[in-house]
């Protein structure tokens, strides 16, 4: 969040640059003072205040201030530390596990929920017309499709996921008015998956994409869900980035299952229980 503020501020009139400074002197304290305080400190009006919250992406002061305390209590550092040559195994493991609860408090501050329910509500509309739901992705984002499939199917939706991209370009071929293609992507610039996106969305699909913010692939779908993170994917072997993209499907997963709801999926996934109780050693 604060790295948010940080980058808007060029970009931002000089009372609300001003307001954006005072912020970042002192997180902790913005979050908890009144307006009027805090306008008198940033020397502007309090309506100033207001639109400087507005203007770095978020409802108002209160939701604001909601997200910041966020940030500045939990006591993780929200920047990306790299794994040293020489780092003990203890190190390793803080580092990485520091890196992704930070990635994940970030996401939890920064993801828009306007975003999710569109998708959610491109998801369910698919499924409650008999429509196809496809999920697209390569290499570590190819494994993330796979385990979205699997989520799905679980819930009694008929679903296909596809890492090959030929076999993207293919079915995306087929796709159709009210059909849903779900296309995940680390960095947002593989070939492949753009082709297929394209397609997809040129036949009437609703395309919903999973990767970061800028990227090409992130204005090539209907709706794209935000998928940022500080792991530089020329550089880094995905871990931080795979991570968040499952959290994403776990929700999208879990929001299409309470929109189904419970008399619908509950004999479904007791019978399945059941059933699958003779796999497994009493």
Not at 5 to 20: C, D, H, T
Not at 81 to 107: C, E, H, P, Q, W
Not at 225 to 250: C, W
């Amino acid at each position: 969040m604060l790295d948010r503020i940080l980058a808007a501020l060029p970009s931002l009139a000089p009372a609300e640059q001003r307001v954006g400074k005072l912020c970042l002197a002192d997180p902790r304290a913005f979050a908890q003072l009144p307006v009027t305080e805090l306008a008198d400190r940033a020397h502007v009006s309090k309506p100033t205040v207001v639109r400087f919250c507005r203007s770095v992406g978020y409802d108002g002061l209160s939701d604001f201030k909601l997200k910041l305390a966020g940030t500045v209590n939990e006591g993780v550092p929200f920047i990306h530390r790299s794994v040293d040559a020489d780092d003990k195994t203890g190190d390793v493991m803080v580092k990485v596990i520091d890196n992704t609860v930070a990635a994940f408090l970030k996401y939890r501050n920064d993801a828009s929920s306007v975003a999710i329910d569109k998708a959610v509500g491109a998801l369910v509309t698919a499924y409650q017309a008999h429509k196809q739901i496809q999920f697209f992705g390569v290499g570590n984002s190819g494994i993330v499709a796979q385990d979205a499939q699997h989520k799905f199917f679980r819930l009694g939706i008929h679903s296909v996921a596809y890492s090959d991209g030929h076999m993207q370009v293919m079915s995306a071929s087929l796709l159709g008015p009210g059909d849903c293609v779900v296309v995940i992507s680390n960095s947002g610039r593989t070939r492949d998956l753009m082709d297929a996106c394209d397609i997809a969305r040129k036949n009437g699909a609703t395309t919903i994409v999973i990767t970061a913010s800028g990227s090409p692939l992130a204005s090539a779908g209907h709706i794209h869900l935000s998928a940022d993170h500080p792991e530089g994917f020329d550089k880094y072997s995905p871990m931080v980035s795979r991570l968040l993209h499952l959290m994403i499907i776990d929700i999208l997963a879990t929001c299409v299952a309470l929109r189904i709801g419970g008399s619908t999926l509950q004999p479904l996934l007791r019978e399945m229980k059941h059933n699958l109780r003779s796999k497994r050693y009493a």
